[in-house]
């Protein structure tokens, strides 16, 4: 666990942790905090904030609790978004680790497909591929995951033509080491770090994007995100702006803390060059 304690020494790493530790804990306890479902009708509708210890942050048009909404979104968000970048990463380094070591025509052929990916924007492929298969949280997981494994394969195939002229590689291969067993165990690890603080990145970006997805109301309609809830209050933005106020700085705040986090990972990890975007 040096890497962390390496992390928490930097200040943006230090901070993007607290911010993702406090929002991860809320996700967390949100059954706790506010038992129940987050979509049913709790009071009476348009509550302001703070004029009610029942609801603190208020009511939405339809009476539903803010708060409630609020800390089931962050466990979307944060579920959604990591679970997005899990996929795009597993993929981008199969690929990528394919691509650099073996070389030649497969090669080629690999570093063609991330280029036919990278081509149209993240965006705009998750929405076509949403509103072609149908909403559900895995199809937009997996929407997401499509959009971005292009540019951690494309960095890891980087790292992976660096490592395999190595010595240690070149020892591996003469005492007939096995090519899989050389890719996995000793060129992988090796070509890791800096694909690994790119990561954070990936979820910040998931997270805006399942975001804009739900706002546009292709997100999953059975279960409470901020896009949404964003949405909801764009028809009362002028007399209760609080509706859309609350989750959208709530959505800034989670991808500043991402960044921040990502900042300090790659100092952690001893790759100062890979910088979120």
């Known amino acids: 666990m040096s890497w962390l304690r390496r992390l928490l020494r930097t200040p943006e790493g230090a901070a993007g942790f607290v911010i993702l530790l406090v929002l991860l804990s809320a996700g967390l306890l949100a059954p706790v905090i506010s038992p129940g479902d987050p979509l049913k009708i709790a009071g009476r509708a348009l509550l302001a904030p703070f004029t009610d210890p029942a609801f603190p942050l208020g009511t939405d048009r339809l009476g539903r609790d803010v708060l409630a909404g609020l800390l089931y979104g962050a466990r979307t968000s944060l579920a959604v978004g990591m679970a997005a970048a899990f996929a795009a990463m597993v993929l981008g380094l199969c690929v990528g680790l394919a691509a650099g070591f073996a070389g030649g025509l497969i090669d080629e052929a690999l570093m063609r497909v991330v280029d036919a990916f990278q081509i149209v924007p993240a965006f705009l492929l998750a929405l076509a591929f949403v509103s ?20 951690p394969a494309r960095l890891t195939r980087a790292q992976v033509l660096a490592i395999r002229e190595q010595d240690y590689v070149a020892s591996a291969r003469v005492i007939g080491m096995h090519p899989a067993e050389i890719a996995f165990r000793e060129i992988l690890p090796n070509a890791l770090p800096p694909v690994l603080a790119l990561s954070a990145t990936i979820v910040a970006g998931a997270i805006l994007t399942e975001a804009a997805l739900s706002f546009l109301g292709l997100g999953n309609p059975n279960i409470a995100t901020w896009g949404s809830m964003i949405a909801e209050g764009r028809s009362v933005l002028r007399s209760a702006s609080y509706l859309s106020v609350i989750p959208g700085a709530s959505l800034a705040v989670t991808v500043l803390g991402v960044h921040l986090f990502s900042e300090g990972l790659g100092k952690a990890l001893g790759d100062d060059g890979v910088r979120a975007a």
């Open 132 to 151: 072609t298969i149908g909403v559900s949280t895995p199809v937009v997981v997996l929407a997401i995951a499509l959009g971005t494994w292009a540019d």
